[in-house]
C-alpha cells in the first residue's frame, strides 16, 4: 500500500521559516519524481515545486528563491524549505510521487502564515 505522510505544517508569521516532509512508503520512492503542491479554497491546485528522480528541480515563479525542494532517497523523503514566508502562502500543502508505474497523493498538511 502506497502512503505519503506530510509533516511540517503549521502557523508561522510573515517571514519565518517552515520546513515540510513527506515520507513515502509503498512505492520504489529513487524513480519517482516527487512535487509539493497547494490549494486554497476554491482555487485549482498549484504546483511549487518538483524534483526528478536525478535531482533536477523546478519552481513556481512565486516561490523561486525564497523555497527549496530537496530529496533524501535513503530515507525515502522529499522536503520543502520555506523561507521568506508570505501570507500569500497559507495553503494545503500536498506531497505528489509521481511515475510511469503511478501518481499516489498526500493527505496535506496546512501551511498558515500569519501575524
Known amino acids: 500500500q502506497v502512503q505519503l505522510v506530510e509533516s511540517g505544517g503549521g502557523l508561522v508569521q510573515p517571514g519565518g521559516s517552515l520546513r515540510l516532509s513527506c515520507a513515502a512508503s509503498?512505492?520504489?520512492?529513487?524513480?519517482?519524481?516527487m512535487g509539493w503542491y497547494r490549494q486554497v479554497p476554491g482555487k485549482q491546485r498549484e504546483l511549487v515545486a518538483h524534483?526528478?528522480?536525478?535531482?533536477?528541480?523546478n519552481y513556481a515563479d512565486s516561490v523561486k528563491g525564497r523555497f527549496t525542494i530537496s530529496r533524501d532517497n535513503a530515507k525515502n523523503t522529499v522536503y520543502l524549505q520555506m523561507n521568506s514566508l508570505k501570507p500569500e502562502d497559507t495553503a494545503v500543502y500536498y506531497c505528489?510521487?509521481?511515475?510511469?508505474?503511478?501518481?499516489?497523493w498526500g493527505q496535506g498538511t496546512q501551511v498558515t502564515v500569519s501575524s
Open positions: 505528489n510521487a509521481s511515475s510511469r508505474w503511478g501518481d499516489y
Open positions: 509503498g512505492i520504489i520512492f529513487r524513480v519517482h519524481a
Open positions: 524534483i526528478t528522480s536525478g535531482g533536477s528541480t
